[in-house]
């Protein structure tokens, strides 16, 4: 008899990005389902990462992060936000935001805990709760602006909510959360004394100038905020793994009760390579969103042509795109036939639903336009072929 996994694991099955890409591969489709770059960040990062093991950094790191990534990693939030959280007891430096995520919820959930999301959700949030025996409460996004009911994330608050998590700039909508917005979510915070696990690791990606406000900078708000980022969206090298969580020194110590069993250490010539990117001067920022929303707007041109409905996303590298004026209800037979007979892949938003909201996701089809252009070019070829289909 084979074994079962956990019951802790059990209802999770395979991810939504593992099936769509295996997919993409069976039909030669070209990929813009996962999020990850098909190019590069800059060479000189690469050179100082080949550097770092040449020079025999190859060893365990400190489990909370090298002290100069840790630096580094200050300065950025002080250039950037005006914060000056403490290297030492405030800074962790993680394995992607995922791990961060995860050790900064197995750290502060206890069983029975409610957590507050928002929904479509980064597809990694529900598990995390659950392996941590919290109880998910969802709060969901509504189109077309994505915008969240006041009325029904107040009152998903209450005396066991411990923590919310709030994503901005947002994946997948790309909606990028206005001040007044989180203001409106700080003050329930605040107000209920919980902690808020900002995820803003697309916090460089905005466009038309639209400002990212990071939540701990909020009245308040520095004292209750765990802010995750990652290395791999704002450098364009999502396989290294390097993250890191900012908090206050009461979460810190939970989130490193958790990380030093979980990861122990992050890679440690990476950490290295990490500390040059930080060091970028403004033009590489500057480059980064330039680039995206060109290619934001390449792509929202080619989804409409094509007969999508479309709204340009503020920030982020997706674009949901609707489906229904191509004749399609069902996003996830959308997705399996774009892949199969057109040879596009894209994710079906549904995947990012609680089942009580699911049908609110299945009028989509999320796009990501992290990509060279000439993958757009030929991704567009195809898509063209949707009006004679
Ligand atoms: C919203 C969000 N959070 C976290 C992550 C994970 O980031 P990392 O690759 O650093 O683990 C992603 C990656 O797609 C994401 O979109």
Not at 156 to 172: C, Q
Not at 175 to 182: D, M, N
Not at 354 to 375: D, I, N, P, Q, V
């Amino acid at each position: 008899m084979p074994f079962t996994p956990a019951r802790r694991v059990s209802t999770f099955g395979t991810t939504i990005f593992a099936e769509m890409t295996a997919l993409a591969m069976q039909h030669n489709a070209i990929n813009l389902s996962q999020g990850f770059p098909d190019f590069d960040g800059p060479a000189e990062v690469k050179r100082a990462a080949i550097a770092a093991i040449e020079s025999g950094k190859n060893q365990y790191a400190l489990s909370n992060g090298e002290s100069d990534l840790r630096r580094a990693v200050a300065a950025h939030a002080a250039r950037f936000y005006g914060q000056s959280p403490d290297p030492d007891t405030e800074v962790t430096i993680v394995s992607g935001a995922t791990e961060g995520l995860f050790s900064t919820i197995v750290g502060l959930v206890n069983p029975g805990d409610e957590v507050i999301i928002f929904e479509p959700f980064f597809d990694g949030y529900v598990p995390d709760v659950i392996m941590a025996g919290g109880v998910p409460r969802y709060v969901p996004l509504r189109a077309p602006d994505w915008h969240f009911d006041p009325g029904e994330l107040a009152a998903a608050f209450g005396p066991r909510t411990r923590l919310i998590l709030v994503n901005s700039p947002h994946n997948p909508t790309g909606k990028v959360y206005s001040r007044a917005e989180l203001e409106a979510i700080a003050a329930l915070c605040r107000k209920w004394n919980v902690i808020a696990l900002s995820d803003e690791v697309y916090e460089h990606i905005t466009f038309d100038g639209v400002p990212h406000v990071r939540l701990a900078t909020l009245p308040g708000m520095a004292e209750r905020t765990v802010t995750i980022s990652s290395h791999g969206k704002t450098f364009s090298f999502t396989g290294w793994k390097i993250g890191w969580c900012i908090a206050p020194p009461d979460l810190t110590t939970a989130i490193r009760r958790a990380h030093q069993f979980v990861a122990f250490a992050s890679v440690t010539p990476m950490q290295a390579a990490a500390v040059v990117s930080l060091s970028l001067d403004d033009e590489y920022y500057a480059a980064l969103a330039a680039d995206y929303q060109h290619k934001r707007d390449t792509l929202a041109g080619i989804l409409r042509e094509a007969g999508f409905e479309v709204s340009p996303p503020a920030g982020t590298y997706f674009i949901m795109a609707g489906i229904a004026p191509l004749g399609f209800t069902d996003d996830v037979e959308f997705c399996r036939y774009l892949a199969r007979d057109i040879g596009v892949a894209a994710i079906p938003p549904s995947a990012f639903y609680s089942e009580e909201h699911k049908a609110l996701g299945k009028g989509y089809a999320r796009f990501a336009f992290c990509k060279k252009m000439e993958t757009l070019e030929q991704a567009a070829e195809r898509l063209a072929r949707l009006k004679l289909a």
